[in-house]
């Protein structure tokens, strides 16, 4: 596609529901990043693939955030049991290459709503 | 390890007026540094990026920063704030032996009539 695209753009769930959240990268990118961004919390890394493969999941909160990536392509994040602190924007950004200077090109977000 | 810090969380200019966007950065390798601007309801776009080539940088919109080694800086300016540049900008930093982008926490940018 012509940018990054993410779904759904708002999802309100209940605590305790399992929610999962799409990434459609820019056609070709082999690198994705998944970034939460909380109110005045800036962008908080979450985990990054290269390809399939996932080398740096270091930002993960819980073992109730899990994310996969398959055919190089689609990424989603999933959350289990989900909580109030949980409520976010997430963010999703992929870039051309394992790339030393370039630039990350975002999607628009995903807004989570834990009520 | 690397990381970034915006000085200012809020940052009101009037139109026509300087603005001028702080970041300081730590980093234990030669880094690379970019600005992204997040226009309300919007992802991140590129604003500039700084990849060891000249220090003076320029970007969209008329913004541009300065690396400055000797003060781990990467200051955004510009010369004359528009409405349109209300928005918040995010420094961030990633580092030439690795594939980690940090973020700094941002600054939200109030033009004023």
């Known amino acids: 596609g012509a940018g990054v695209s993410q779904s759904p753009s708002n999802k309100v769930t209940e605590k305790g529901k399992d929610v999962e959240l799409r990434c459609d990268p820019i056609?070709?990118?082999?690198?994705l990043y998944w970034y939460r961004q909380s109110l005045g919390q800036g962008l908080e890394f979450l985990i990054y693939f290269q390809g399939n493969s996932a080398p740096d999941k270091s930002g993960l909160p819980s073992d109730r955030f899990s994310a996969e990536r398959t055919g190089g392509s689609v990424s989603t994040l999933t959350i289990q049991r989900t909580q109030q602190e949980d409520s976010a924007v997430y963010l999703c950004a992929s870039s051309p290459n394992q790339i030393r200077n370039g630039e990350l090109f975002f999607g628009e977000g995903s807004r989570l709503t834990v009520l | 390890a690397q990381s970034v810090t915006q000085l200012g969380s809020h940052v009101s200019v009037s139109e026509g007026a300087l603005v001028l966007l702080r970041c300081n950065y730590s980093s234990s390798v030669p880094p690379y540094l970019f600005w992204y601007v997040q226009y309300p309801n919007q992802g991140l776009q590129l604003l500039l990026k700084?990849?060891?080539?000249?220090?003076l940088v320029k970007g969209i919109n008329g913004f541009e920063a300065e690396f400055k080694k000797s003060e781990t800086s990467f200051h955004l300016t510009k010369p004359s704030a528009h409405m349109s540049d209300a928005a918040e900008y995010f420094c961030a930093v990633s580092e030439d032996t690795g594939n980690q982008f940090y973020f700094g926490t941002g600054t939200s940018l109030t033009v004023i009539p």
């Open positions: 700084y990849t060891s080539a000249a220090t």
């Open positions: 056609s070709g990118h082999t690198a």
